[in-house]
C-alpha cells in the first residue's frame, strides 16, 4: 500500500529505489535513470510512494506509473 508524502521522513532519507514494472522494459536504461531521477526530486508527486525502515532512515521507493511517465515528459 502507497504512502502520503511525509515531510518527517523525507529529512531521514537515505537511500531510493525505483520500480519498473514490466511494460516499461523497452526504455532506454538512460531514459529510464532520467525519469528516476525526476520523480526522486519531486516524491509529492508520485502516485506510489513507499518509504521502507531501514536502521539508519528510510528508504524512498517510487513505484513507476504512466502518470508519472507523462509528468516528467511533460517537464522535460
Known amino acids: 500500500m502507497a ?7 523525507e529529512a ?3 537511500e531510493t529505489s525505483t520500480i519498473w514494472p514490466e511494460e516499461y522494459d523497452e526504455l532506454e536504461p538512460t531514459e529510464q535513470a532520467r ?3 525526476a520523480l526522486h526530486a519531486d516524491p509529492e508527486s ?3 510512494l513507499e518509504y521502507l525502515r531501514m536502521h539508519t532512515g528510510f528508504c524512498r521507493q517510487i513505484t513507476v506509473t504512466e502518470d508519472d511517465i507523462e509528468r516528467t515528459r511533460q517537464k522535460a
Open 46 to 48: 508520485c502516485a506510489n
Open 3 to 9: 504512502d502520503k508524502f511525509d515531510p518527517y521522513r
Open 35 to 37: 525519469i528516476a531521477e
Open 12 to 14: 531521514i532519507v537515505v
